[in-house]
């Protein structure tokens, strides 16, 4: 277990040719995004003479820039949102041990297994109603609603796995709540945070219906749905579709690996418990 | 009884599914549209995505004769828009102008959508010319013109000129030259017909090929007769169709696992010359062309049902159909922009870029020849509208566009599918 | 340190704080409200739809009592839908958990390359669905690029119109769902095999115990709370399962890969049958409920998560 034998050789080797397998559709992505549009050789082929008109092509048609500043509007600020108050949340739901308190864990909890489709058509009527259709606000609203049970859910994790003296502590030294949860705890639940964070922001940013629904008619659009109506355009130019799409996830898989190692540690800290 | 109404009608108020509540009785188009005060404001146009490349055009000038008037057009893919299109209209934030197809058949379509008073009657426009009184069947309902086409567009069976040259196969006239082609055509190492039936629409096409010939030319009255309960598609001449479909595949005609197959792959294989012909709407056809070598040309034909020449009929249908919001917001431009479409200019310009023919004739109009026998054939009345543009719900043509899927896959046979129609169009 | 199901309830008091006010019961309203806006209210009022034949347009409906659920049940085309849903559900969740669980074993491990892997195995899980069913509908194509390998390993024999036969196109749509799944559960795995003490292993490696034996006896049962989470949300994501059906296959070929997901979006905004797709919301909604309270139950029975 702590040092590189043999058999940790054969596993590496193993490992990676997993990776491989799973590398495969990566390498069809990149092999044909940079290939020239009348190359009509196997996909399989390496392309030697790379081109990045395609990534030119492909950003200058399908106007993918527009629709990043929407997906990242929305992304970040959902996902603000979601952690201010999920994270709040957590602390009373863990800590108190109310009936009040418990009732309310479970009934957030059971919005984890609600399918949103029956929610959709309804919800949409009350945004046109309070005016936010059409803007990226009820995009932010809608997720920031949605994704409560499951952001809950990691953030009770974690914490109960806390210990509570230092905020018992805090208490003692006669600090109010808020500064307490402010203060204390929340820095405590970085890791998890992290992992929120992460989740969120790939969930938002890919997610396809909802925008599609929303944002309809506006002009704005979202990455998944500038990328779907790019693709119907452009079906049979696999080079340009290929490139459009490999622009539409950069920016969520650089943020993914920016951010990467605080998934496992937010994980791991709600399985403590 | 009365309550349970009475609940019903309080929910959809609550639910705020009735626009009516925030509607204020607003000039009719009629009214606004006679005066010649310059427009102004903003005009919201929705249409599907296909639409782009010739409606832009039509706006942008539109745009450049009144100065005072902003249009903003969205596009959205054939089942995003139609999605789409019922949520903004029960909603009230749909566009002033917006695609609305001829006829019924999907959730986007005229049967659908004017019933539930959404589209304005646009008899009541004055100026907008007349249309072909062919289409009156799929643009009215009692007597009120619910959608403008802006074209004709028609199925027929495109070839790649220089592949079927090369493969020594002739352009079929008769139901055996089309066996006899295909037989050419693998002899040649090509394939006959390219297919995609992995993209829905297509499923289809053939098989309205088939039957303008066998059941609508033979009886015009099939469509009325299924209606009143005294024909079914499964003892018409619909299942004659569909086994010849299926003889055609037997025979060889199509790309190898044609379920697997997207269409935008079987027009690759069309502008390539790996297959010699394929049964496409003639709005691809500009596609199919810009796929194709340099040089190449294609030409098309109404696929052939029978021995004689003479009973080919081709599917032929307005196209392109735009509607007006009842409850448009700004209702004046709209029924402007509907007139300025309606301009022979507009009108040649848009079925230029289509590859259609304009829904009414214009001299400023030049044919494509590849569209030839649909001009012919339109100007001669032998075509007949896409039959699911006649059916009275959407789920009969899903039935049968998924019934062909499952019949290439062994999963159903004709008979099933056939029967599975019939249940459709009886319900509801 | 070592965490025995006796230590629980120990661990269980000392996370509360008896003193703490109930006011602090506030902190969880922001969070209630939203969520009861966005989820609670209308799936309430959407509810009362799956009783009624509203097309989504009209301005009026009649109720119609529990006629949407049986015409759900009496159609071969939705009756397939939720058999096949319930089979995406315990197909991909079976296999990427045991994926998942072999990476995370294998990557917490010395090898060297061990940190790039994780976040290469990862990777899938962030990508966009619908980019995802894009890049594999033409990796799938009969002439595509995965019939191409087949065929260059000398395993022609296996090739298949995967998306256009009925009979492999559900298979496919499920091998995109697990390399995307895969990644996630490994990394929840990772975490929870972090958590065990090196030395517990070790202690029982000197007892003489075989690395199978090991991992059944030490590494399985401290293992559960991941399992838990991991099994619950791939199953959770199995009975949801849309953008990778919608795009792929569009349901087909012939109705063969519809899951309820996709048919619910077809119902109800391509034939405008609202009252019965959101019926049909509700079925998936007591499935998804019962298959969790049974396995949140078994793994429980098993000293798992709490």
Redesign the interface.
């Known amino acids: 277990m702590t040092r590189y034998t043999w058999r940790t050789g054969i596993l590496e080797v193993l490992m990676l040719v997993v990776a491989l397998v799973f590398a495969f559709p990566f390498y069809i992505l990149i092999n044909l995004a940079i290939r020239k549009e009348n190359d009509q050789g196997s996909p399989l082929v390496p392309t030697f003479a790379p081109t990045i008109e395609n990534f030119v092509n492909a950003w200058n048609q399908a106007s993918l820039g527009g629709a990043i500043v929407n997906s990242l509007m929305v992304s970040v600020l959902s996902v603000v949102v979601i952690v201010f108050v999920s994270a709040m949340a957590s602390y009373p739901l863990v800590r108190l041990t109310s009936r009040l308190s418990k009732t309310a864990y479970w009934v957030i909890m059971v919005g984890l297994l609600l399918p949103f489709q029956v929610a959709l058509i309804p919800l949409y009527t009350t945004i046109r109603d309070i005016g936010l259709l059409g803007t990226t606000w009820s995009l932010v609203l809608f997720y920031a609603g949605l994704q409560v049970p499951f952001s809950v859910f990691l953030y009770t994790g974690f914490l109960r796995a806390l210990p509570a003296e230092y905020e018992e502590a805090a208490w003692v030294d006669g600090a109010g709540p808020l500064t307490t949860f402010w203060r204390i705890v929340f820095p405590m639940m970085r890791p998890v945070t992290g992992t929120v964070i992460i989740l969120n922001a790939i969930f938002v940013w890919n997610d396809f219906l909802t925008p599609l629904l929303y944002l309809s008619g506006s002009g704005s659009q979202t990455i998944p749905v500038a990328l779907f109506s790019f693709v119907g355009e452009y079906q049979s130019n696999w080079p340009i579709v290929f490139a459009g799409l490999i622009i539409g996830i950069a920016p969520i898989l650089i943020v993914y690996f920016l951010l990467q190692k605080t998934v496992i540690q937010g994980f791991s800290g709600g399985l403590k418990g | 009884m009365e309550s349970?109404?009475a609940?019903?009608?309080t929910?959809?108020a609550l639910?705020?599914?009735?626009?009516?509540a925030c509607s204020s009785p607003a000039p009719t188009p009629a009214e606004t549209a006679g005066a010649d005060a310059p427009l102004s404001g903003t005009l919201?146009i929705?249409a599907y995505?296909t639409a782009?490349p010739a409606l832009d055009p039509i706006i942008a000038q539109f745009e450049e004769a009144n100065p005072g008037l902003t249009v903003?057009a969205?596009?959205?893919?054939n089942?995003?828009y139609?999605?789409?299109i019922?949520?903004?209209?029960?909603?009230?934030?749909?566009?002033d102008v917006f695609t609305v197809w001829p006829g019924n058949g999907?959730?986007g379509a005229m049967e659908?959508?004017a019933p539930?008073g959404?589209l304005l009657d646009l008899s009541t426009i004055d100026g907008l010319p007349a249309l072909p009184e062919a289409l009156d069947s799929v643009t009215k309902i009692d007597d009120k013109r619910y959608v403008f086409p802006m074209t004709v567009a028609g199925i027929g069976a495109v070839y790649n000129e220089q592949a079927v040259e090369e493969a020594g196969a002739k352009v079929p006239t008769t139901w055996s030259e089309v066996l006899d082609f295909c037989e050419a055509a693998t002899d040649a190492g090509k394939v006959g017909f390219s297919l995609g039936?992995?993209s829905?629409f297509v499923t289809q096409l053939i098989n309205y090929s088939l039957t303008s010939t066998l059941v609508y030319a033979a009886d015009p009255d099939f469509e009325s007769k299924v209606k009143d309960g005294d024909a079914t598609f499964l003892k018409s001449k619909w299942k004659k169709a569909f086994e010849m479909y299926m003889d055609m595949n037997d025979a060889g005609c199509f790309t190898?696992?044609?379920?697997?197959?997207?269409?935008?792959?079987a027009?690759?294989d069309l502008a390539s010359g790996k297959a010699l012909a394929s049964v496409t709407l003639t709005t691809t056809i500009s596609q199919i062309k810009a796929?194709a070598p340099a040089g190449t040309t294609f030409g098309m034909f109404a696929l052939p049902a029978t021995e004689d020449p003479d009973d080919t009929w081709m599917p032929a249908a307005a196209f392109d159909g735009f509607g007006l919001n009842a409850k448009a917001k700004n209702p004046a431009a709209a029924a402007a922009f509907l007139k300025y479409m309606a301009s022979p200019d507009s009108m040649a310009s848009y079925a230029t870029v289509a590859g259609s023919l304009p829904s009414i004739d214009t001299d400023k109009f030049t044919l494509n020849p590849a569209l030839a026998i649909l001009d012919t054939d339109w100007k001669a009345g032998k075509t007949y509208p896409f039959p699911d543009q006649l059916w009275p719900?959407?789920?009969v043509s899903?039935a049968h566009k998924?019934?062909?899927?499952?019949?290439?896959?062994?999963?159903?046979s004709i008979d099933d599918i056939l029967n599975a129609m019939d249940v459709a169009y009886k319900t509801q | 340190m070592a965490r025995t199901s006796e230590a629980a309830p120990a661990a269980l008091k000392r996370r509360r704080i008896t003193s703490m006010p109930r006011t602090v019961l506030l902190f969880a309203v922001p969070a209630l409200a939203l969520y009861t806006f966005v989820l609670l209210v209308p799936t309430a009022r959407g509810t009362v739809f799956a009783f009624t034949n509203w097309d989504g347009l009209s301005r009026t409906f009649d109720f119609v009592g529990f006629n949407n659920f049986a015409a759900i049940f009496a159609n071969p085309d939705s009756v397939k839908a939720i058999i096949n849903t319930l089979i995406i559900a315990f197909v991909t969740t079976f296999i990427a958990n045991a994926i998942g669980l072999a990476l995370a074993v294998a990557l917490n491990s010395r090898i060297k390359s061990r940190n790039a892997l994780r976040v290469f195995f990862f990777a899938p899980a962030v990508l966009t669905p619908v980019v995802t069913a894009y890049l594999f509908k033409y990796i799938f194509a009969p002439l595509g690029p995965l019939n191409g390998v087949l065929d260059a390993f000398g395993l022609g024999v296996l090739k298949q119109d995967w998306l256009g036969d009925p009979n492999w196109a559900l298979i496919a749509v499920m091998i995109v769902i697990i390399w995307q799944q895969s990644g996630y559960t490994m990394v929840i795995y990772l975490a929870g095999l972090q958590g065990i003490p090196a030395e517990l292993l070790e202690a029982s490696a000197v007892d003489g115990a075989g690395a199978g034996r090991r991992f059944w006896s030490i590494t399985r049962p401290l293992l559960a709370p991941a399992i838990t989470i991991s099994v619950m949300l791939t199953l959770i994501h199995g009975l949801k399962v849309f953008a990778e059906v919608y795009v792929m296959t569009g349901g087909g070929p012939g109705n063969s890969t519809n899951s309820l997901s996709t048919l619910i979006y077809k119902n109800a905004f391509q034939f405008g049958l609202f009252g019965s797709s959101i019926a049909m919301a509700l079925i998936l909604l007591v499935m998804v409920a019962l298959i969790s309270a049974i396995q949140y139950r078994a793994l429980l029975a098993q000293g798992g998560h709490k």
Not at chain 2, 86 to 95: E, M
């Open positions: 349970k109404k609940i019903a009608v929910l959809a639910l705020a599914l009735g626009t009516a919201v929705g995505a782009k903003t969205t596009y959205a893919d089942q995003q139609q999605a789409a019922r949520t903004q209209l029960s909603s009230g934030t749909a566009p999907n959730p659908v959508l539930t959404y039936l992995q829905l190898a696992n044609p379920n697997g197959t997207t269409n935008d792959i027009q690759a796929l719900n959407p789920v899903s998924e019934g062909v899927q499952k019949v290439f896959g062994g999963q159903a």
